[in-house]
C-alpha cells in the first residue's frame, strides 16, 4: 500500500484478555518500528526490526508484550493478559533504510490503534 | 537515558498569533526532529534539523537547532486553525541508532 497500515483502528478488551495488533509496513521498507502513545503523550519506543537481524527488544515494558515480523514484512504486536494501564494508542512506522543510516532516520507512521482496557 | 523536555505542554492562542515552542534536553543529538500530529492519525515529520546553529523554514514555520545540538525551537508566525495539532519533537543520539521523543505540545488556534 501507499502508506502504513494498522488494524484494527480500536480496539476495546477486558482486562486480563490478549490482543492482538497488527501493522503493514510500506512496501520494501526494511526497518519497522512499534511505538506507544500514552494520551496525548509523547511517544515511548517498545521494539524495532530490521530485515532478519535479532529486533531491539528494549522497549517492551514487560514479559506480557511481544512482537514477530513475518517474513520482513507484516508485523503483529500481541499484549497477554492486559491490563488497564496498557490503554493507549500503539503507532508502528517503517523506513527505508536501518537506523544510523540517512534513510533510516526518516520514519513514516501509521494512523495507530487505540487499545481500551476495560 | 536521553530525556527531551517539550514546553509548553498545551497552548490556545488565536489565529492570526505568533507563538514559539520549545525542545530542551541536557543530552547531546545528531539530529532533531519535529513532527505534527493529528486527531486520529500517525504523526507526521515537517523537518530536520541537524548543525548546531541550523535554521529552516517551512512557509510560516521557523526551525531552529541549538548550537550546543541540545535544544531546539519552533516559531509559527500568523498561526491558523489549520495549524491545530500535536507537535512532538525527536532526537536523534549520536550513534544514530535510538529516536527519542519529547512529551509533546498540544496547539489550538481558535478562529
Known amino acids: 500500500g501507499a502508506g502504513v497500515s494498522q488494524s484494527p483502528s480500536n480496539k476495546v478488551t477486558e482486562k486480563g484478555k490478549d490482543v492482538e495488533l497488527r501493522c503493514d509496513p510500506i512496501s520494501g521498507h526494511t526497518a519497522l518500528y512499534w511505538y506507544r502513545q500514552s494520551l496525548g503523550q509523547g511517544l515511548e519506543f517498545l521494539i524495532y526490526f530490521q530485515g532478519n537481524s535479532a529486533p531491539d527488544k528494549s522497549g517492551l515494558p514487560s514479559d506480557r508484550f511481544s512482537a514477530e515480523r513475518t517474513g520482513g514484512s507484516v508485523s503483529t504486536l500481541t499484549i497477554q493478559r492486559t491490563q488497564q494501564e496498557d490503554s493507549a494508542v500503539y503507532l508502528c512506522?517503517?523506513?527505508?533504510?536501518?537506523?544510523?543510516?540517512?534513510?533510516?532516520?526518516?520514519?513514516?507512521f501509521g494512523a495507530g490503534t487505540r487499545l481500551s482496557v476495560l | 537515558t536521553q530525556l527531551l523536555e517539550q514546553s509548553p505542554q498545551f497552548l490556545s492562542i488565536q489565529e492570526g498569533e505568533n507563538l514559539t515552542v520549545y525542545c530542551n534536553s541536557s543530552s547531546v543529538f545528531s539530529s532533531l526532529q519535529w513532527y505534527r500530529q493529528e486527531p486520529g492519525e500517525g504523526p507526521v515529520l515537517l523537518v530536520t534539523v541537524v548543525t548546531g546553529g541550523e535554521v529552516k523554514k517551512l512557509k510560516r514555520l521557523t526551525f531552529q537547532f541549538g548550537d550546543a545540538r541540545k535544544d531546539s525551537s519552533l516559531h509559527i508566525t500568523a498561526a491558523q486553525p489549520g495549524d491545530t495539532g500535536l507537535y512532538l519533537c525527536?532526537?536523534?543520539?549520536?550513534?544514530?541508532?535510538?529516536?527519542?521523543f519529547g512529551g509533546g505540545t498540544r496547539l489550538m488556534v481558535k478562529p
Open positions: 525527536a532526537g536523534l543520539n549520536n550513534a544514530g541508532n535510538m529516536l527519542t
Open positions: 512506522a517503517s523506513s527505508s533504510g536501518p537506523r544510523g543510516s540517512g534513510a533510516g532516520d526518516i520514519q513514516y
